[in-house]
């Protein structure tokens, strides 16, 4: 779906399954069938609660992306999990919450805006503390060519921010990108990964703004990762891009202005919020969130931009996804096996 589209349409095919509600039984058992072919999952320790969670999983031509909400839990993935299941990577962010661990032999502590590379054959054994994480799956046949097994199962700082920049911009565009729309958007994030993570460039093209995708790309990264400062304005911009604002102005002068192409990526950040089946927050918080300075502010805006208030836009989403989300566990196992 485009930027200013008004009507909500059938999007990607997707797989929802929360635990929210449910008797700590039951939800134990869901989230574990759910994660059997990847993970064992247990309590930390045989006093712990029961394991639960949240996962909504989406295909994006041959790559899977999801994003999961775990309680505290150990994970495992042993030799005959590895055996059993397909070739194919995991870059993921933490979005909050805590892993420790080891894999694939290796020591290994995540926390919120790590990022990791962890492959589906490797042996896991960690602990999980109430993590929110995006991760997508790509399949080794769409990564020929790189070093993977060499790699670490972290990244360097400005590597890890610009996958954390992506992985985010990616998910929260999923929920209104069109099935049509799934193979250009992978082609896309296997291109950033083989420029990211191919050691024979040159280190100092880091340095520079190429995997940034230039001035305009930096620029709406920097806005979207402040959109809840109020004081977001021209002057910050350009001191994070380390440009003059009159360069500023200029590159936003076929935006129409810098705060109006501020305003629109606040209202379109809204918007991927409610259209999110994972998004449990309430219009009055988007709105502190993204920095209105009242309810009626952000509703007035996005019914102007948007042909409808927040919250039936968010109920119109609701009904296409009914509709359209037509995953099941055995889709996703699907999915993932065939990457």
């Keep these: 779906m485009g930027a200013d589209d008004t009507t909500a349409e059938a999007g990607l095919p997707h797989f929802f399954l929360t635990t929210s509600g449910l008797p700590p039984g039951e939800a134990f058992e869901r989230?574990?069938?759910?994660?059997?072919?990847?993970?064992?999952?247990?309590?930390?320790?045989?006093?712990?609660?029961?394991?639960?969670?949240?996962?909504?999983?989406?295909?994006?031509?041959?790559?899977?992306?999801?994003?999961?909400?775990?309680?505290t839990q150990r994970l495992q993935r042993d030799r005959r999990?590895?055996?059993?299941?397909?070739?194919?990577?995991?870059?993921?962010?933490?979005?909050?919450?805590?892993?420790?661990?080891?894999?694939?032999?290796?020591?290994?502590?995540?926390?919120?805006?790590?990022?990791?590379?962890?492959?589906?054959?490797?042996?896991?054994?960690?602990?999980?503390?109430?993590?929110?994480?995006?991760?997508?799956?790509?399949?080794?046949?769409?990564?020929?060519?790189?070093?993977?097994?060499?790699?670490?199962?972290?990244?360097?700082?400005?590597?890890?921010?610009?996958?954390?920049?992506?992985?985010?911009?990616?998910?929260?565009?999923?929920p209104t990108t069109r099935a049509a729309e799934a193979p250009a958007l992978a082609d896309e994030f296997v291109t950033f990964l083989h420029r990211l993570l191919d050691r024979s460039h040159a280190t100092d093209v880091l340095d520079g703004r190429e995997l940034d995708g230039g001035l305009m790309a930096l620029a709406r990264m920097i806005v979207q990762a402040n959109l809840s400062r109020p004081d977001l304005s021209p002057e910050f911009i350009a001191g994070q891009m380390l440009v003059s604002r009159s360069t500023l102005y200029r590159l936003f002068e076929p935006e129409g202005g810098v705060m109006q192409f501020v305003r629109g990526e606040r209202l379109r950040a809204v918007r991927d919020a409610l259209a999110d089946p994972m998004e449990r927050r309430t219009i009055g918080r988007l709105a502190e969130v993204y920095a209105f300075s009242s309810v009626s502010l952000l509703s007035r805006s996005f019914r102007n931009r948007y042909g409808a208030p927040p919250q039936a836009w968010r109920g119109e989403r609701q009904a296409v996804q009914r509709i359209s989300g037509q995953g099941t566990v055995q889709n996703v196992w699907k999915w993932l096996r065939e990457t």
């Design 31 to 71: 989230w574990r069938t759910l994660l059997a072919p990847m993970y064992a999952v247990s309590p930390t320790t045989p006093s712990a609660p029961l394991p639960f969670g949240s996962n909504i999983a989406y295909p994006i031509d041959d790559l899977v992306a999801h994003r999961t909400l775990l309680s």
């Design 81 to 174: 999990r590895v055996e059993a299941g397909p070739d194919h990577y995991i870059v993921q962010l933490y979005r909050s919450g805590r892993f420790q661990g080891t894999v694939a032999g290796k020591p290994i502590s995540a926390s919120r805006g790590t990022v990791t590379l962890i492959g589906r054959r490797h042996l896991l054994d960690g602990l999980l503390d109430r993590a929110d994480a995006i991760g997508i799956a790509v399949p080794c046949t769409r990564l020929h060519g790189l070093p993977l097994e060499k790699h670490d199962l972290l990244f360097d700082p400005v590597r890890n921010r610009l996958l954390a920049a992506r992985i985010l911009d990616i998910y929260r565009r999923l």
